[in-house]
């Protein structure tokens, strides 16, 4: 079946500008994360989604950055007023149920670059 | 809080050489663990896991055994493959988040 789908893949942007990132999930996948990859660093949580209930926005680094879900599936990052610093990979996650033991399943990512 | 320490990269290595891996957590209470790897141009996938003390997760050759009086979570392979190539990141568990390590990336030569 599909796995976790995101979009776009590659994404250039002026500092200052707008930006918003899309993930798929899996269908029927409850559970919705999102991540960050810097080089040289290992990911970095952002926040969660699960079900309907309210999300856990703990990582989100600044009030620059928020996520939605719409519907219960798809999820959209935005960032706004990008930075330098901004400049990652975005990765999407989704799992089935709750519980740690359950396992995250990856997208490909976004490459993020804020000239 | 919570940290995943691994060691620090870049590993290469010889076709059939030993691989070891070294992995340390810091957590309380007993969190699941995990060991993700990232093949070149591809996403994040669960290599193997184990959810509690003494447990070994293995899949395609690889181990790691979940050794609670050191915290650690060594991963190992007794003849890696060139297609071994990879990222390979530690990962812990616990409540409904990971916490990963930075990766360690590992070229294998033929």
């Known amino acids: 079946g599909a796995g976790v789908s995101q979009s776009p893949s590659n994404k250039v942007t002026e500092k200052g500008k707008d930006v918003e990132l899309r993930c798929d999930p899996i269908?029927?996948?409850?559970?919705l994360y999102w991540y960050r990859q810097s080089l040289g660093q290992g990911l970095e949580f952002l926040i969660y989604f699960q079900g309907n209930s309210a999300p856990d926005k703990s990582g989100l680094p600044s009030d620059r950055f928020s996520a939605e879900r719409t519907g219960g599936s798809v999820s959209t990052l935005t960032i706004q007023r990008t930075q330098q610093e901004d400049s990652a990979v975005y990765l999407c996650?989704?799992?089935?149920?709750?519980?740690?033991?359950?396992?995250?399943?990856f997208g490909p990512g976004t490459r993020l670059t804020v000239l | 809080g919570n940290s995943v320490t691994q060691m620090e990269g870049p590993v290469t290595l010889s076709e059939e050489a030993f691989l070891t891996i070294n992995c340390t957590y810091t957590?309380?209470?007993?969190?699941?663990l995990f060991w993700y790897v990232q093949y070149p141009g591809e996403g994040l996938q669960l290599l193997l896991k184990a959810t509690k003390a003494d447990d070994k997760g293995s899949n395609k050759g690889f181990e790691a055994t979940y050794r609670k009086e050191t915290t650690s979570f060594h991963l190992e392979k007794g003849s890696v493959q060139v297609s071994d190539s990879a990222v390979y990141f530690c990962?812990?568990?616990?409540?409904?988040?990971?916490?990963f390590g930075k990766g360690t990336k590992l070229t294998v030569n033929p």
């Open positions: 957590a309380t209470g007993y969190p699941s």
């Open positions: 990962v812990q568990g616990g409540s409904e988040k990971l916490v």
């Open positions: 269908s029927g996948h409850t559970a």
């Open positions: 996650a989704s799992r089935a149920g709750r519980g740690e033991y359950n396992e995250q399943f």
